[in-house]
């Protein structure tokens, strides 16, 4: 074997190595940087989002003898509805927590909500081969009116911008994409038993991701908005 085939044989192998471990870095500052302006740790925002994958991935399901990752709602025809523990129960948990813990008012939680819900609906679609879908770049609309309505509504309080971000992000989209679009989904006739499951893509579903990336776009936004007037 020659030398220039054992280079590439190596660069591939850490080609194989370092791409994973260098998503995961990055993934790992992204989620532990928006649960620092929310008011997390860096350990509890990793043990919040290794709860809601190993809750919602269902793998403790085998233990305790019944489905806590998928929790069956009702059924309807063959189709089967369920709300996914990772991907939908714990971001409603922990947006319910985040509105108290910040003491946010009502109606602007309701209107923030209510704009990313009304936004959500039009950027998705029921598809009965996939469930709820929603087409690059339109998904990352809901992500932006989440950040900008959150920073509008708390202009003179933006310390509390990121808790309402993820407020209206998780909710918006829980609203607007899975229980919009449910009964137009389940309305397909089918001749399989098929599951309809509300946050059914776990940590990577659109709910959990969307509340996520709008903090984010938060800090940059508040940053930049903070540079400006420091200049």
Known sequence: MSDVSVLTQLGHFLLIITLPTLAFYIGYLIITKAFKDMGFSSLEA?????????????IVDEYIGFSFSNIHLFTYGNWLVGINTGGAVIPIILSIYLAIKNKLQVKKVFLGITLVAVITYFVTAPDPQKGIVSKFPFWLLPIFIASLTSIILLWTDKRKAAPLAYICGTIGVLIGADFFHLYSLIGNEINVTRNAIIGGANVFDMVFITGILAVIVDGILIYQEKRKSST
């Open 46 to 58: 990793i043990i919040i989002v290794f709860v809601s994958f190993i809750l919602g991935a269902g």
